[in-house]
């Protein structure tokens, strides 16, 4: 085996479930029996939990043009939508020298970010499945 | 925390069902590879050569090029896992498809202190938040390394880890979830 190029390119977290959408895996662990390999549907059944599950390609595009007056790097732009934090605690941990940087601008940054990209699925909880068995 | 490797591999195939090409080029030893990360998938087909018949051989070889998917998110990436244990040493962190995730113990929340149940409890401004297990975790990767394979084991060595990621939560945002929420 020879490593032709190490890095060919980043992937978001909604790129890399849609391609495993493409390829036919899903949530249900008989159904991807054979056509797919296991390492497919755990990675999938980790990514339908986070924010990329409510993710399109416009509202990525989207954000990566309302982002551009923050001046961020790229491995910071590719961590805030594949986290799609919600407050500006989650947000701080995300941008490198982030007092320094932002200052007060980061409540204007997660405005953005709350904005247009969308809120990842509420898990359901104990009660409501009660309710509906 | 994905990203696209470019490889090429010799693979001895016969050629029945083309579907499942994708499959075979994951089998075998293809799982962390030293440097690149965590094979996730194939990602496509770039090329595909030869079909040479090695003498003595009854299946033909083939030169492909092709495209995987790699877990090997990048120093300073921001995670959340699932809090699998917790002791002395500190954390350990589990992302369902990758377990090997160790939070040491110097790089938690400060001031933390260990309770006899074997939980790390942060003293926030007067606040006791205990990091209890089972709990999602937020956690920055601060660094990746591939041991090599070692050519013996002692018989109570904990398990070979070909991709092990140490993570901190020291910082505004990291730690449980469920902390900073509003």
Redesign the interface.
Known sequence: ?????????????F??LS??RS?GVTVDPMGCLG???P??C??F??LVH?AACTQTRESINEFMKQSEKFKLAK?EKL?LI??R???S??????I?QCDERMGEGIEELVKVVVGILPPPQPQPTEQEDEADG | MFCLSVIQHDLRYRPTCLASLFIRLLEGSLNVISNLGLCVSVYDIQSVEGGFIFPGDGASTYKVVFRLVMFRPFVGEVLIGKLEASSESGLKVSLGFFNDIHIPRHLLQQPCTLGKDGVWTWDYSGSLLSLDIDEQIRFRVSNIKYPPIPVRQEEDAKPFAPMEITGDIYGDGLGLVSWWEE
């Open positions: 085996m020879k490593i032709i190029q190490a890095n060919g390119g980043v992937l978001t977290n790129e890399v391609f495993l390829r056509a797919v390999a390492s497919e755990k990675v059944d980790y986070t491995a961590n594949n986290m934090p919600s407050n605690a989650e947000t701080y941990s995300i490198e």
